[in-house]
């Protein structure tokens, strides 16, 4: 057998074991639920009210738990989004004085052409 499929058998086999394993104890807790029948003694079933209560702070917990991780991802994002801007304005800053310096540099250049062209055009006597 190849090593990919000795893990499906293996995973397979825990797969049966543990369905296994759910049926009996299923099946042990019904028996005890009906055993409690057989002597015609009722069952006391748990507090309605008290589910009802044990539900609620489950959810209250759970809904809790989802709202530190919403704020944290919330304040993550926030983060990236403020980095991101300040990253952003320095490369837009850094492009102005880019081009600024190029511009300057092209407008002294074409001063530069027309003054040689204006003396020129005077040695020549034109």
């Known amino acids: 057998m190849t090593a990919s499929t000795e893990q499906f058998v293996d995973i397979t086999k825990r797969g049966q074991d543990l369905v296994t394993e759910s049926v ?4 042990d807790a019904v028996q005890g639920f009906a055993g409690q029948f057989a002597g015609g003694n009722r069952p006391q079933l748990p507090d309605a009210g008290l589910a009802v209560d044990r539900v609620f702070d489950f959810y209250e917990q759970v809904l809790g738990q989802q709202r530190q991780l ?3 991802v919330v304040g993550a ?3 990236v989004v403020d980095q991101w801007t300040e990253q952003t304005g320095k490369a837009a800053e850094a492009v102005t004085e880019h ?3 190029n511009t300057e540099k092209a407008a002294d250049g074409t001063a530069e052409g027309a003054q040689k062209t204006a003396r020129a055009t005077r040695s020549t006597g034109k």
């Open 24 to 27: 009996r104890s299923w099946t």
């Open 70 to 72: 919403a704020k944290t």
């Open 77 to 79: 994002g926030h983060t």
């Open 99 to 101: 081009a600024a310096w």
